[in-house]
């Protein structure tokens, strides 16, 4: 970067937001980051990801914490399991020798919040909107306050992004998929039917119009969620989440007919329920270059879950564009190069996101996934033999 520092905010401290924070630290580069979350335990950051070699852990290698990583990850929770509603096993995949591991959000959270100095976010800070000034510099304006000028402002505020409309009209569209979550504590000791049930690593069932998928978590927590094809407003009027008792009887109700063992994933859960309605950016989501504002992780590509590529994309975009950012003398072509290499990068995970999501709860969806679970398998092996060779 050039010898006359920019000044630079990132907005959200999420994984996009904080690999960045901690990329440019790193390398010497000053930014400020603020984030609409009181502190870093305001509330839980949600269930598990895993982490793939080529985006999620390359990050994390570049940012310095592949040692930290090895530390939380999960390697032994990468199995994977699929059932038919009636409880038939259609697959079970229990290698752990693949290099996705799982880890949780909030350890996540927590390796990169330790390697950055303790004030680095500014917590608390829920941005309004960005003011564009007579000099070509931008304003933050918070709640109370107002914080600026900024040459650079890079909106790592997920889905509901407040950076995105200085440069694109879009808004995340509602894919027709909610989920419903709950989750299962102390599973091991307390429901070791159910920990059998789901080994180690995540399960799956589904009949028509709605699937369970259900992942383990890190200290023998399970994360459940009931998926429906439905509008928009069905799960809201539907489900009193502030009635667990009532939750549990209307999920009962929803799945009538499933598996004993399966429902039991229903009745064992804790009164912690959640409604996730899924949107996504359009397949290709791009803006014209604007000078001093751009984009990274969901707020520039949300995509629906399926692919499991929203962290490792977004980790991806802070790694490439701290890359660019700190090897160019002209901070406004790295945004540019940046923008121009994710718009192509991220449109294939976002395709096969956006296609899973299309064809799920579908008349061949259970055929697809147990495909697609087939291939990675088969791909393993091969990368395996191809290895010991
Ligand atoms: C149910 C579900 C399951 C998922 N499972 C997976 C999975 O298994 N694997 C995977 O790869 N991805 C998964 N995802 C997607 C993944 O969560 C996201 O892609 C990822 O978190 C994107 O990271 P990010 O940093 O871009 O945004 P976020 O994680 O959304 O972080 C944005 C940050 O910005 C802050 N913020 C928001 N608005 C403001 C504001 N106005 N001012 C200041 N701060 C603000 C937020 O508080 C947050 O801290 C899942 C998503 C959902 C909904």
């Known amino acids: 970067m050039s010898c006359n520092p920019i000044r630079i905010a990132i907005v959200g401290a999420g994984p996009g937001g904080l690999t960045l924070a901690r990329l440019l630290h790193v390398a010497g580069v000053k930014a400020s980051l603020f984030e609409q979350e009181s502190s870093a335990m305001e509330r839980p950051q949600g269930g598990t990801l895993d982490l793939h070699a080529e985006s999620g852990q390359l990050a994390l290698a570049r940012a310095g914490l592949t040692d930290g990583f090895r ?18 096993l259609l697959l079970a995949d229990d290698d752990m020798t693949g290099d996705r591991p799982e880890v949780d959000r ?15 976010v500014a917590w608390g800070r829920a941005l309004l909107e960005v003011a564009p000034r007579d000099d070509g510099r931008y304003d933050l304006v918070f709640d109370n306050s107002r914080e600026g000028p900024f040459d650079l402002v890079i909106g790592a505020d997920g889905a509901w992004s407040r950076v995105r409309p200085l440069v694109s009209r879009y808004q995340p569209q509602y894919s027709g998929l909610t989920f419903i979550e709950f989750g299962i504590d102390a599973v091991d000791t307390r429901h070791p039917a159910l920990s059998q049930l789901v080994g180690r690593g995540k399960m799956g069932a589904e009949s028509t119009g709605r699937s369970l998928m259900v992942l383990r ?7 459940g969620y009931a998926i429906f094809r439905v509008p928009v407003e069905w799960a809201e009027r539907r489900f009193d989440v502030a009635s667990p008792t009532a939750m549990r009887d209307a999920l009962l109700g929803e799945f009538g007919g499933w598996a004993e063992a399966l429902l039991d994933l229903i009745r064992a859960s804790n009164d912690l ?42 980790m991806l975009d802070a790694a490439e564009l701290a890359e660019h950012l700190t090897g160019s003398s002209d901070w406004r072509e790295a945004v540019r190069a940046y923008e121009t290499e994710m718009f192509v990068r991220v449109a294939e995970p976002a395709g096969e996101a956006a296609e899973a999501a299309a064809i799920e709860l579908s008349h061949i969806s259970q055929e697809l996934t147990l495909a697609h679970h087939r291939a990675y398998m088969q791909m393993r092996t091969a990368a395996g033999s191809n290895a010991a060779r």
């Open 71 to 88: 530390r939380i990850a999960r390697y032994e929770d990468q199995g994977s399991r699929l059932y038919t509603s009636d409880g038939r």
């Open 106 to 120: 909030t350890a996540l959270r927590d390796l990169l919040l330790q390697s950055l100095p303790p004030d680095a």
């Open 217 to 223: 978590n890190g200290n023998a927590h399970l994360r």
């Open 273 to 314: 329920f959640a409604l996730r309605p899924i949107h996504a950016l359009p397949v290709g989501h791009h803006w014209t270059n604007r000078a001093g504002i751009t984009l990274l992780g969901d707020a520039a590509h949300l995509m629906s879950p399926f692919g499991g590529e929203g962290v490792n994309a977004a």
